[in-house]
C-alpha cells in the first residue's frame, strides 16, 4: 500500500516496517488554519505522475477533490488507471474559517459543489461515509449508479474499555472534535446554566482548533468556567479515559458527514445528545441510544441532557444501545466493502479500456 499525501515537513518519503510507504508532495501552509496545508496542482502534476508511473497501482484511491485528489485522478485518467474516490467533504467546514458574509458564503459554497461534481465525476465509484452524505452530493449534481455509502469503520475493541466512574464524582457531560465553527461547542457551554440544580455536572472539552479561545471566553462569560475543563489535544488513552469517565457525550455539530468522535462514543457504550442535522440521526437513533435536538435550539439541548442525566437507567439502557448500533461500522465491515470496490473498479477499467472508458459516476448537471 502507498500514501501520497501533503508534505508536513517530514521527508518526502517515509515507510513504515510493515506498514504503506508514504509520499509526499510539496505544500504550502494557509493563514485559514495552522495544520491546514496546501499543494498546487501545477507544482505537484510532474511527481503525481512519475508515482503513479513507479508505484503502477491497480487502483488509485483518493479521499478529496482538493489539489492532492484531483491531479492523482487525472494522472489515473491518462495512465487507465482505477479510480475509487471517497467525499469527507462540505463547504462549511472550509467557509467557516472564512468571514465571508451569508450571502457571499453561500455563493461559495454553491461553487465549491460544483467544482467538486466536477473532478469527482470522472471516478469510476465515488462513496461517502452515510446515506446522508450520499444523498448530499446527489442533490447537488453527482449522479450515476456507482455512488455508495461506506461506513469510515472504527476498531470497536479499542473503545471498549470499562466505564472509570467513582461515587461523589458528579455527572460529565464530554464533546470531543476541533474547535471550529461548525462544531457549535458554545451552544453546549450555553447549556450548562439550563440543566437542572439538583444535577452537578461538569463538561469537558477535548480537541483543539482555530476556535479554542471563543469557548474559553464564552464559559467565563457565562460563569461557567469552573464547571467545564478544556483538556486541547490529548494522547490515545487520554482521550479513551475521558470516553471512559463521561457519562453523556454531545454534539452540536451541523456539518458532520459521519462524526467519528459521536461512533467513538458509542463504542465506549455512552449515550449521545446530538444535533439533529447531517448524517447525526444516522448513528443517534431518537429516544433509543439517545436524544436529538433542533440545531442552535440551546433550551433544547439543555433538557435533552437534563433527560438522560438525571436518569441512571436510562444512560445504562441507551449506552447498551450505542454498542450495538455502532456494530454496523466495524472497520473489518469497512475494509471488506473497499475490497470488493476496488475489485469492481479494476473490472470496470478492463473492460473499458483506456480509449474507451465509461465512468459510472457523472455529473447530473
Known sequence: MHVICPATGAGPERATPGGPAVHRLASHGTPFHPTFRVCLPWQIRGSAARLLDR?????????????????????????????????????????????????????????????????????????????????????????????????????????????????????????????????????????????????PVTAEIVGDGSRRRDPEDLARALGVADRVTFHGLVGDQELLDAYARCDVFCMPGTAELQSLATMEAMAAGKPGVAADATALPHLVHQGRNGLLFPPGDVPALAAALGSILGDPEGRTRMGEASREIVARHDIGLTLDAFETLYQEAAKLTTAHGRENHEHTAHSGR
Open 55 to 199: 508505484i503502477a497501482p491497480d487502483v488509485v484511491h483518493v479521499q478529496s477533490h482538493f489539489a492532492v485528489g484531483r491531479t492523482l485522478i487525472s494522472a489515473a485518467r491518462r495512465a487507465a488507471v482505477a479510480v475509487v474516490a471517497t467525499n469527507h467533504f462540505m463547504p462549511e467546514n472550509l467557509v467557516g474559517h472564512t468571514s465571508l458574509p451569508d450571502r457571499l458564503a453561500a455563493a461559495a459554497s454553491r461553487l465549491a459543489w460544483r467544482d467538486f461534481v466536477r473532478v469527482f465525476h470522472r471516478a469510476q465509484i465515488v462513496t461517502a461515509p452515510t446515506p446522508r452524505a450520499v444523498r448530499l452530493m446527489r442533490e447537488h449534481g453527482l449522479a450515476g449508479d456507482a455512488v455508495f455509502p461506506v461506513s469510515c469503520g472504527l476498531d470497536l475493541r479499542r473503545f471498549a474499555q470499562p466505564a472509570a466512574k467513582h461515587q461523589g464524582e458528579g455527572l460529565r457531560v464530554l464533546f470531543v472534535g476541533r474547535l471550529d465553527a461548525e462544531k457549535n461547542v458554545g451552544e453546549l457551554l450555553r447549556a450548562l446554566p439550563l440543566l437542572p440544580a439538583r444535577l
